[in-house]
């Protein structure tokens, strides 16, 4: 029987993300909630965004598709109407799913399509080099926006919520165990769930 802790199947690899970057605790969260399942590598298929969050497809022992920038979502429902048995789940970052791929988003919720979207919420498309993301707060600078964003953030949970996704979680990448717990119950959700997990940029948005 897998255990929780007993993850080293899913990678022999390490990402290429600057060190302290919380996409290393939901890269782990994101092990322990599949161990934890029992699921294998050929178990489920992993659909990945575009940015810092997206390279973890290369160090995902999976089924994995690295899609388009912002269309990650799309790719998944695809997947899930092909195998209907299968577990599907997206990673993408913030700029990716309520920037390039809210459209993408709006209709996922509407349609309550069974997958899991895991999102890397730190308001910065950090692969880029700091640019602001949908998610960044009034007035937030960045290489897009020197003199300050003059636009509001997006509210991640009340779009969710209101446009009918019907599984809705916010972790913090500093909580591990309840960032794999979130994730496990998301996946266990028949429907459309979705995880926004706030992470540190330590580059461009501490």
Same mark, same amino acid.
């Given at each position: 029987?897998?255990?929780?802790?007993?993850?080293?199947?899913?990678?022999?690899?390490?990402?290429?993300?600057?060190?302290?970057?919380?996409?290393?605790?939901?890269?782990?969260?994101?092990?322990?909630?599949?161990?934890?399942?029992?699921?294998?590598?050929?178990?489920?298929?992993?659909?990945? !965004?575009?940015?810092?969050?997206?390279?973890?497809?290369?160090?995902? $022992?999976?089924?994995?598709?690295?899609?388009?920038? !912002?269309?990650?979502?799309?790719?998944?429902?695809?997947?899930?109407?092909?195998?209907?048995?299968?577990?599907?789940?997206?990673?993408?970052?913030?700029?990716?799913?309520?920037?390039? !791929? !809210? #459209?993408?988003?709006?209709?996922?919720?509407?349609? #309550?399509?069974?997958?899991?979207?895991?999102?890397?919420? #730190?308001?910065?498309?950090?692969?880029?080099?700091?640019?602001?993301?949908?998610?960044?707060?009034?007035?937030?600078?960045?290489?897009?926006?020197?003199?300050?964003?003059?636009?509001?953030?997006?509210?991640?949970?009340?779009?969710?919520?209101?446009?009918?996704?019907?599984?809705?979680?916010?972790?913090?990448?500093?909580?591990?165990?309840?960032?794999?717990?979130?994730?496990?119950?998301?996946?266990? $959700?028949?429907?459309?769930?979705?995880?926004?997990?706030?992470?540190?940029?330590?580059?461009?948005?501490?």
């Amino acid at each position: 029987m897998t255990t929780i802790h007993n993850h080293k199947k899913w990678s022999d690899r390490t990402p290429t993300w600057c060190p302290g970057c919380g996409d290393w605790a939901i890269h782990t969260g994101l092990q322990r909630a599949l161990a934890a399942q029992d699921l294998q590598p050929p178990d489920l298929i992993a659909v990945f !965004g575009v940015g810092c969050s997206g390279n973890m497809n290369d160090f995902l $022992h999976a089924y994995a598709i690295h899609s388009l920038h !912002g269309r990650s979502i799309p790719t998944a429902i695809g997947a899930k109407l092909a195998n209907h048995d299968m577990p599907v789940i997206v990673i993408a970052g913030d700029g990716d799913t309520y920037g390039e !791929g !809210g #459209n993408h988003l709006l209709h996922a919720c509407r349609g #309550n399509h069974d997958i899991t979207l895991i999102i890397h919420d #730190n308001s910065v498309y950090g692969l880029t080099t700091g640019q602001v993301a949908p998610t960044a707060l009034h007035n937030a600078k960045g290489k897009s926006t020197p003199q300050g964003m003059i636009e509001q953030p997006i509210s991640p949970l009340n779009l969710l919520i209101t446009q009918g996704a019907t599984f809705v979680a916010q972790s913090f990448a500093g909580n591990l165990d309840h960032v794999s717990l979130m994730i496990q119950q998301a996946m266990q $959700h028949t429907g459309f769930s979705v995880v926004n997990i706030l992470q540190p940029c330590v580059s461009f948005n501490r």
